[in-house]
């Protein structure tokens, strides 16, 4: 049989840390993303050496510090953070179609991007979140058909490191998410 002091301890509340379990995995994520993103940044500033396309340095750079950001500023709400997180998927999605044409890191991006939205805000947000998905998806589409953006490999050559980065990319984000 079990004491009172025994018995008190046992119906108390659990110790609260202040963290919710959203906050908790949505933190996870973007530790995640980060060490994803460093990986990504260090590949897309080779692949700009190689191709003199300067102004997706910056953008990538752009979107470095802005992981950075949203990953270490633990006063912004969780919803923030989270779309944050979403939107910032979104544009390297929506970089990565427009720089190597259609393929499927960058759907796996989108793909990412609106389960976040899905996991962590409510069913208008998301909706939302689809609905600009699929506009990019179109906007991109038309592009390509119209030959302004080029037309992504089906099939990349296993020795190119676009390939490599793709793979340890789709890796990772199967690991994280």
Known sequence: MLNNDTQNLMLQKPIDSGISQKQELLQNLLNGYQILGAVLFFAQVYLTLQSNTWWILFVALFLFAFQLLITFNWK???????????ILLLMVGTITMVNFGMNALGFVYYLI???????FHTRNVWIAGISLTALMIIIITSLTGAGILPVGNSILDPNSLFFIISEISIFLFIVIA
């Open 76 to 86: 912004l709400k969780t919803e923030i953070r989270s779309g944050a997180l979403s």
């Open 113 to 119: 991007s609106v389960i976040i939205l899905t996991f």
